[in-house]
């Protein structure tokens, strides 16, 4: 099994800026992809950035030039830096990681428990 711990969310202002912080832990042979995602109320779940194992990233067209996805190996842990943020990112980040747990598994999602980020006008 595998566990992903969210953290990092909160309050803040219009044009602020948050750091969130994913890590994952328990039966891990390789991550092949970890990033994050957001449900707004009443709204979908959608992509909002994504980074495989190598240097490529992805990002929502709505965030891109503000946010930022990294990824520390190492740590197996993800990052989400979010500038100039706006009252339409307020939403639930969910955490994800397509996980390897042993040399003959077969990659699976695992998913956070999410972290809410409210911006206030």
């Known amino acids: 099994q595998v566990q992903l711990v969210e953290s990092g969310g909160g309050l803040v202002q219009a044009g602020g800026s948050l750091r969130l912080s994913c890590a994952a832990s328990?039966?891990?042979?390789?991550?092949?992809?970890m990033g994050w995602y957001r449900q707004a109320p009443g709204k979908q779940r959608e992509l909002v950035a994504v980074?495989?194992?190598?240097?490529?990233?992805n990002y929502a067209d709505s965030v891109k030039g503000r946010f930022t996805i990294s990824r520390d190996n190492a740590e197996n842990t993800v990052y989400l830096q979010m500038n100039s943020l706006k009252p339409e990112d307020t939403a639930v980040y969910y955490c994800?990681?397509?996980?390897?747990?042993?040399?003959?598994?077969?990659?699976?999602?695992?998913w956070g428990k999410g972290t809410l980020v409210t911006v206030s006008s």
């Open positions: 980074v495989p194992r190598g240097d490529s990233t």
């Open positions: 994800n990681a397509v996980v390897v747990s042993t040399p003959l598994s077969y990659a699976r999602d695992y």
């Open positions: 328990g039966t891990i042979f390789r991550i092949n992809a």
